[in-house]
């Protein structure tokens, strides 16, 4: 992995390598605007960029287009003369190592470590605070046999991140599944436990605050945290602080020289050493200056440095601890093409500040190919890190001042349409990645076949594969979209494209954790758009989560808040389900009373729109409820009219079932003979119902019943090897063979 002087939110690190096309030489003067032209520059009033950019735009499209060859090689050959390294930092690294072994305020007390050590390395963003911390973690990694876990705290935007979320992705990390919708002191007391006993570093990037330390912190002292801060984390106890400044000049012109080459250094010393004064030794800005020089092999360090002198004030330049990197971001970014830079601009817009080709050409509006170009110049000039096989992140140093651009240089209904067309790919995206699950020859792999190439995925496995990796940043796309409240149709539409596309991949159960979240997003869409459908639907699948992670009562809850939302809308499916859950609630708090009272009305509903199926299971519900209660008389009552609504619904697999509880009632009930011949009848409906797994086990409950009423004992052995029998057939067979054999198949649950 790539090892650089600047940090997640400070400085972009230098892209991959990549050889440049043959046919592509690097001709600066194609790609690169600063020259005498139509260009806007940072300092031209807004009219009068918008006029540059239109003629510069006109300018590229008379060459080919703004997406022409030779602007495309220029990036490209950019990107591939860019080299890659950690400079400089031993005093801090060594100051750091040295706090790790010297002794904390416990060992000085006399007292064993209660928690573990906790490193502070404090500085502003863009200062190279996250390559130190990165670069420390990579060298204490033999240290810590379990493993190096990192975590950002802060988003892009520059909001913290609840603990919640990020306790679940370390829990993830080591292994560890958390129940959905557990809260933040469970997560976080998980999280201690799974780290007990072990030695693993965790590298929290990007502190809000000292709180979210503390929420994270383990109890194991083998343990180490690296925290990186804006400033001192204030209640953290025996915190080891190291704070960050401007590189010395020799690693500063050692980082310079990885992007412009070692000639024009050494060619020019003095004017290298003034470049690096001018930037304040500053990693980040250093990168940007670096980038500018790749791209542009005909200038030297000393036109660089004159450029920079050369720029007028501007308001960032009142922040002395932010005007080398503001002023090198606008040397940089008035070097880019019309198109190019606004593509930068758009590139805040993509959830988490992480790109690949394929959004960066969607916010665009241009091909993918163009996309991946620009991405690729971009890392070349340091204004994005590479993140993995084309995958970039946007710094957080250089958000605020990209966000800045965007508000300034693109129109409102702009931005909207740009963040319209990404979430409109993403949503085509999941939808083929549902597809890519579907069996090979299905409808739904001759669908994914008609898509367009770039949307296609070739295996189910290569579906999952895209769907796990990017899947934070899928989630983090959902939550915006409803965060920002202007395309909910959009948000909605995405929100349901991921859900399908995990249980399709994972299964409801393997996808519980995120499900939970996707359906509170629904909740918070339908709350603010006044939809009751959706509310209930949403209330509803919350509830069952909660209820299968044993939030019984926070279950019931749900399920009551859906009832009234499906009644304000008078959707009868949806009431029914809810009173069907309601009485499924009061069925696990073994409340029978209130258990048949709700699925009397559930019932009622279901009978007055003559939906027998529905009406089967309620009946059978009911029998179990009264059973539990006992009172058999109502029990066998609901499980004949159980039997009959299967039977007149076509439903053998129900028949049979219900006519298990029907027998089962009778016998209960003080009606041997007749709960004889019902198990009879129920042996004869298990060999036709088509179920081999239910067969089985009712032809044992049959035996059973048949010893017990005194039946004839060669039928129950009969019975018993015809259930081997099938068992045995069914071995090889996973899915046939997974259910427990002592389940009751007429019980309620079993359905």
């Known amino acids: 992995m790539a090892e650089q002087a600047v940090d997640t939110d400070g400085g972009p690190a230098a892209p991959q390598e990549r050889q440049p096309s043959s046919a592509a030489p690097a001709s600066p003067a194609s790609g690169r605007p600063p020259q005498d032209g ?187 945290v690296v925290a990186v801060s804006r400033g001192p984390l204030t209640g953290v106890p025996d915190v080891r602080p190291c704070t960050v400044g401007g590189l010395d000049v020799s690693a500063a012109v050692g980082l310079l020289a990885q992007y412009t080459g070692p000639t024009r250094i050494t060619c020019d010393p003095v004017a290298a050493q003034s470049l690096v004064e001018e930037c304040a030794g500053q990693p980040a800005a250093l990168v940007l200056v670096g980038g500018w020089l790749a791209a542009c092999p005909q200038a030297s360090v000393a036109d660089a440095l004159a450029r ?46 992480s790109a690949d080709a394929q959004i960066a050409s969607a916010l665009a509006g241009c091909s993918v190919a163009d996309g991946e170009a620009a991405l690729e110049g971009f890392a070349a000039y340091g204004m994005l890190r590479p993140r993995g096989p084309g995958r970039y992140q946007v710094p957080g140093c250089l958000y605020p001042l990209l966000r800045e651009r965007l508000a300034a240089e693109e129109r409102p209904a702009e931005v909207e349409l740009a963040r319209a067309r990404m979430l409109e790919r993403t949503v085509r995206q999941l939808h083929a990645c549902r597809l890519a699950a579907d069996p090979a020859g299905s409808p739904g792999r001759k669908k994914l076949a008609g898509m367009p190439k770039p949307l296609r995925f070739s295996s189910s496995a290569e579906a999952a594969g895209w769907l796990e990796e990017r899947l934070p940043t899928l989630i983090e796309a959902a ?89 304000a809308s008078g959707d009868p499916y949806t009431i029914g389900r809810a009173l069907e859950s309601i009485g499924g609630t009061y069925e696990e708090l073994e409340d029978w009373h209130r258990a048949a009272d709700w699925y009397g009305r559930a019932l009622e509903l279901r009978l007055s729109r003559r939906d027998l199926p529905a009406a089967a299971r309620l009946y059978a519900r009911l029998g179990t409820v009264h059973g539990y209660a006992g009172k058999w008389g109502e029990a066998l009552r609901d499980w004949r009219a159980a039997s009959a609504a299967c039977r007149r619904a076509g439903d053998r697999p129900g028949y049979a079932r219900a006519l298990g509880g029907t027998a089962e009632a009778q016998e209960r009930a003080g009606r041997p003979k007749e709960a004889l011949r019902t198990w009879a009848e129920v042996a004869a409906a298990a060999r036709t119902c088509g179920d081999t797994r239910l067969h089985a086990d009712l032809a044992l409950h049959v035996a059973d019943a048949l010893d017990r009423l005194g039946g004839d004992p060669a039928v129950a052995r009969s019975l018993r090897r015809t259930a081997r029998r099938i068992e045995a057939d069914g071995a090889e067979d996973t899915g046939s063979s997974s259910q427990s054999d002592d389940r009751n198949p007429a019980d309620l649950r079993n359905q």
């Open 308 to 353: 920079l002198r050369e720029l007028p004030p501007d308001e960032g330049d009142l922040d002395h601890g932010a005007r080398p990197l503001t002023r090198a971001f606008r040397l940089a970014f008035a070097a880019l093409p019309s198109a190019v830079a606004r593509m930068l601009r758009l590139l805040v817009l993509a959830p988490g500040g």
């Open 38 to 224: 139509p260009t806007a520059s940072s300092d031209t009033p807004p009219r009068q960029r918008r006029a540059a950019s239109a003629a510069a735009g006109r300018a590229d499209a008379q060459e080919g287009g703004v997406w022409s060859g030779a602007t495309r090689a220029v990036l490209f050959a950019a990107a591939a003369s860019v080299g890659r390294g950690f400079a400089g930092r031993r005093r801090e690294l060594l100051s750091l190592r040295a706090d790790i072994e010297r002794a904390g305020l416990d060992t000085l007390a006399g007292r064993k470590a209660a928690r573990s050590r906790v490193l502070l390395i404090a500085g502003r963003p863009g200062w190279g605070r996250t390559a130190l911390a990165e670069e420390l973690a990579r060298r204490l990694a033999d240290d810590y046999p379990d493993g190096v876990l990192g975590a950002r705290l802060t988003t892009s935007a520059g909001d913290p991140v609840p603990t919640e979320r990020t306790a679940r992705e370390l829990l993830g990390r080591l292994g560890v599944t958390a129940p959905p919708g557990a809260d933040e002191d469970d997560l976080s007391e998980a999280l201690r436990a799974a780290l007990d006993g072990k030695r693993v570093l965790l590298l929290l990037d990007d502190v809000a605050g000292a709180e979210q330390v503390d929420a994270l912190l383990p109890d194991e002292p083998g343990c180490l």
């Open 479 to 567: 939550r915006l979209a409803v965060e920002t409240g202007r395309l909910d149709t959009l948000a909605r539409r995405l929100v349901a494209a991921l859900t399908h596309a995990l249980t399709a991949h994972r299964g409801a159960a393997g996808a519980a954790v995120e499900l939970y979240g996707l359906h509170q997003l629904v909740l918070d869409v339908a709350r603010r758009r006044d939809l009751p459908v959706e509310r209930a639907a949403a209330l509803l699948n919350l509830g069952d989560l909660d209820g299968g992670a044993g939030r019984v009562d926070k279950a019931l809850a749900r399920y009551k808040s859906a009832l009234e939302a499906a009644r």
